[in-house]
């Protein structure tokens, strides 16, 4: 049973709207994480923490921003949503190192973008 | 180029028989291999780990293989189950840290059926 929670788990928005993506988890873990992922495809590392007040873009450009004020709560933002941004959205926190500790995920948020 | 490619890209099976899914990569350097098992509007769920001395490792009726010489990982489901029907995905680490990157599989989709 998953200890990170995601919401919405599904979102449909109009083009130019302002949108977070919240995630939380319980865990108590540093590390933390937002992928994209479409069907079919591979995950995607859009943005990562290390910690509070630590924030990084990760290897897929991404027009969203994140914040990492408490350790619990890493929400995603999107400024002004386009059809692009449509996809699901997966929040995921690791206890250790990245190699070597196992991501656990949240159920995702599946946006569209109309 | 690092990438991770799994075969078959989906699979349909019947209840009660056996499975064999693939994993192939040219990351390098390796530090280890992670199987995860998706299903259908969940987040990813680590199945096992496989570090570069190990060549086999079970978890129930799932069991993982490692060749480091030849870059292949497998995953063997043994009497499958109608719960066993996810996508699974192969995560190759190039580093046992935190500044380990990790290369995502785009998943092979089993289906089981009675």
């Known amino acids: 049973e998953a200890d990170i929670y995601q919401t919405p788990r599904y979102l449909v928005i109009g083009t130019g709207k302002k949108i977070t993506l919240e995630c939380s988890q319980t865990?108590?873990?540093?590390?933390m994480y937002w992928y994209q992922q479409d069907p079919g495809m591979e995950l995607h590392l859009i943005h990562y923490?290390?910690?509070?007040?630590?924030?990084e873009k990760g290897d897929l450009s991404s027009e969203s921003t994140v914040s990492r004020i408490r350790t619990e709560h890493f929400p995603l933002t999107l400024e002004s949503a386009r059809p692009s941004h449509t996809s699901q959205y997966l929040c995921?926190?690791?206890?250790?190192?990245?190699?070597?500790?196992?991501?656990?995920f949240g159920n995702g948020t599946r946006l569209t973008v109309t | 180029k690092n990438q991770v490619e799994q075969s078959p890209q989906s699979l349909i099976i019947l209840e009660g028989k056996n499975c064999t899914l693939q994993?192939?990569?040219?990351?390098?350097?390796?530090?280890?291999l992670r199987w995860y098992k998706q299903d259908t509007g969940r987040g990813p769920v680590s199945l096992t780990i496989?570090?570069?001395?190990?060549n086999t490792k079970s978890n129930g009726r799932y069991t993982a293989t490692l060749d480091a010489d030849t870059k292949q990982s497998s995953l063997h489901i043994t009497a499958s189950q109608l719960s066993d029907s996810a996508s699974y995905i192969c995560?190759?680490?190039?580093?046992?840290?935190?500044?380990?990157?990790?290369?995502f599989g785009r998943g092979t989709q089993l289906t089981v059926w009675p």
């Open positions: 995560v190759v680490s190039d580093r046992g840290s935190t500044l380990g990157r990790l290369y």
């Open positions: 865990m108590g873990h540093d590390k």
């Open positions: 994993c192939n990569y040219t990351v390098s350097p390796f530090s280890n």
């Open positions: 496989m570090t570069f001395s190990e």
């Open positions: 923490s290390y910690g509070v007040n630590s924030t």
């Open positions: 995921a926190s690791s206890d250790g190192d990245r190699g070597l500790s196992p991501l656990h």
